[in-house]
């Protein structure tokens, strides 16, 4: 099962249950320091299971081949990328890529932590909503390749599919990239959201790649969305 607000830009829903706008700042604020206070194995765990998340309902098995160096944001996404997403300012940049069972597929997943405040999450999502910025193919996330993994040949012109989420009740954005191991070249990449549409006929929809990247964006998201949520929920019983 998918994270909540995976597709399309906006995030419905939010990271803890909230009644009222005190627990929305504290599930915000909780959502800041997590690139450096959470172990990269909570975040990237060495292996992903994703129930169901493949083609039919089929379930999936990630591994993790590599980790990037927490980095800044300018050389991770396609320059067009970039210019949209700097109004919201890059805090720090996590990346993993990641193979599927059969080491068929790779997939590198990221979380961008802006320095933009709730209203800016919220004017940023909006954009990517009503002009569907997360469908266009030259707006794309850039893959982690590296060295001596099946994800080596993966560079910009493997890319296959993609998906991205502008989160709302936090300062991430959740993305993921596919392409498939062998490091062929694809002409014409495709949303995963339109690769995983029932009817679709394409080589991404026919391979399952945009269950790959759904499904393992989904997953990483759901653990951030748990690691937010135990944060702020804890800062609620501290002393004051």
């Known amino acids: 099962m998918l994270g909540i607000g995976l597709i399309g830009g906006a995030a419905a829903g939010s990271w803890i249950a909230e009644d009222d706008e005190d627990s929305a700042a504290r599930g915000f604020a909780a959502a800041v320091p997590v690139w450096h206070s959470v172990p990269v194995d909570t975040l ?27 980095s ?33 597929y790779v997939t590198t997943v990221g979380l961008l ?9 919220s004017a940023l999502a909006t954009r990517f909503r009503t002009q569907h910025l997360a469908e266009r ?7 982690y390749a590296a060295r001596n993994t099946p994800a080596a040949g993966f560079g910009d012109d493997q890319r296959a599919t993609w998906t991205l ?34 009817g679709a006929t394409t080589a991404q929809a026919q ?3 945009g269950d790959e990247a759904q499904g393992l964006s989904g997953q990483i998201a759901q653990r951030l969305r748990r690691t ?4 702020a929920t804890n800062a609620t019983k501290r002393p004051s």
């Open 165 to 198: 989420s502008v989160r709302t009740d936090a300062p991430v954005v959740v993305y993921a990239v596919s392409g498939w191991a062998d490091g062929r070249s694809v002409d014409t990449p495709q949303p995963a959201a339109d690769a995983v549409r029932a």
């Open 113 to 121: 932590f802006t320095r933009a405040d709730p209203a800016g999450m």
């Open 72 to 104: 800044g944001c300018a050389d991770a996404f396609d320059p067009l990328l970039w210019k949209v997403l700097a109004d919201a300012g890059c805090r720090r940049l996590l990346r993993a890529t990641y193979t599927d069972a059969t080491q068929s």
């Open 228 to 231: 937010v949520g135990s944060a």
């Open 207 to 209: 391979s399952g790649l």
């Open 44 to 70: 990237f765990p060495p292996v992903v299971q994703g129930a169901g998340d493949g083609p039919g309902g089929a379930d999936r098995t990630w591994t993790r081949i590599a980790v990037a160096p927490d």
């Open 137 to 143: 193919p030259d707006l794309m996330p850039r893959p």
